[in-house]
Nanobody, 113 residues
């Protein structure tokens, strides 16, 4: 089993920054493809950023140039640096490990205008 624990969410004003962390523990045998997803009230969950096993990165168009995904393999941790936050970024953010399709419990990000 694998556990994913997100942290770093909170309330921030528009234009501000937050850094989310996702720490993985448990039966992790190798570097995995990881992603950050988010779900706003009344909307479907969407992919925000993805990092493959080789380090290739993909972003949703809505966050390109503002968000940065990174990983620390030694710490089994994935980060999402979010800058220039907008009210429409308000959502619960989830970390996902694609191998085995594991999800974290989510962390709330609220951006006030």
């Amino acid at each position: 089993q694998v556990q994913l624990v997100e942290s770093g969410g909170g309330l921030v004003q528009a234009g501000g920054s937050l850094r989310l962390s996702c720490a993985a523990s448990g039966s992790i045998s190798s570097i995995n493809a990881m992603g950050w997803h988010r779900q706003a009230p009344g909307k479907q969950r969407e992919l925000v950023a993805f990092i493959s096993t080789s380090g290739s990165i993909t972003y949703a168009d809505s966050v390109k140039g503002r968000f940065t995904i990174s990983r620390d393999n030694a710490r089994n941790t994935v980060y999402l640096q979010m800058n220039s936050l907008k009210p429409e970024d308000t959502a619960v953010y989830y970390c996902r490990m694609y191998s085995g399709n594991y999800w974290g419990q989510g962390t709330q990000v609220t951006v006030s205008s």
